[in-house]
Every structure is written in C-alpha cells, then in structure tokens.
C-alpha cells in the first residue's frame, strides 16, 4: 500500500556532499516519523538520523554536525543532506517511515530499497 523510493547516492570523495531522497508514494494518510540508517559491510544496520512530524531531530553521534534531516510533508518526501562526508560513512543507506494508511487506525513502518553511498579516501 506504501512504496518509498529512494535515490541520490553515489560515489563522493572524502569531504564531498551527497544529498539522498526518499518519496513515499500509496495511500498515505500522514507519516509520522521519518529515518535514515545504513548499513555498512559486515556491520548492523544503524540509525543515522531521524525527524518526527514536529521537526524534532535526533542524530548519531557521528554524523552531528555533517547530516542534516530534512522533510517535505507536502510531498511526503525525506531527506538526509550529508556534508563532509568521510570513508567511514560508506555503506548502504535506507529510508524508513513511520505511515497511518487510509482507512487504518495503526501506524506501520514501511521502508525504502536502499541505495549505496560510497565515500572514498
């Protein structure tokens, strides 16, 4: 009922910027939280950055100050804006989305294909 479309990662040098996107497309009623975590090679996946539909942030230690995550609620569309990325930023990003369906009471998480960002040294 929900797709989320990511695109914008690629191949960057260390210091370089790279801005992913995530558009939720379905019977959307409202999205509540929207996040980003990646996974790196033989790692877990971590959360990067979350905001809520209020605007509150929350970031990984290691990215405060570089990522920023920002949301088109009119477009039910996410961001993460990734400033002075480093080699250990490397891995596989995904969109995750906190989404109320039409015609539903419950909030349900829905998530993105994944796109691969890799910073190189």
């Known amino acids: 009922q929900v797709q989320l479309v990511e695109s914008g990662g690629g191949l960057v040098q260390a210091g370089g910027s790279l801005r992913l996107s995530c558009s939720a497309s379905g019977n959307i009623f409202s999205i509540n939280r929207m996040g980003w975590y990646r996974q790196a090679p033989g790692k877990q996946r971590e959360l990067v950055a979350q905001i809520t539909s209020g605007g509150s942030t929350n970031y990984a230690d290691s990215v405060k100050g570089r990522f920023t995550i920002p949301r088109d609620n009119a477009r039910n569309t996410g961001y993460l804006q990734m400033n002075s990325l480093k080699p250990e930023d490397t891995g596989v990003y995904y969109c995750?989305?906190?989404?109320?369906?039409?015609?539903?009471?419950?909030?349900?998480?829905?998530w993105g294909q994944g796109t691969q960002v890799t910073v190189s040294s």
């Open positions: 995750n989305m906190n989404v109320m369906v039409r015609g539903s009471a419950a909030w349900s998480d829905y």
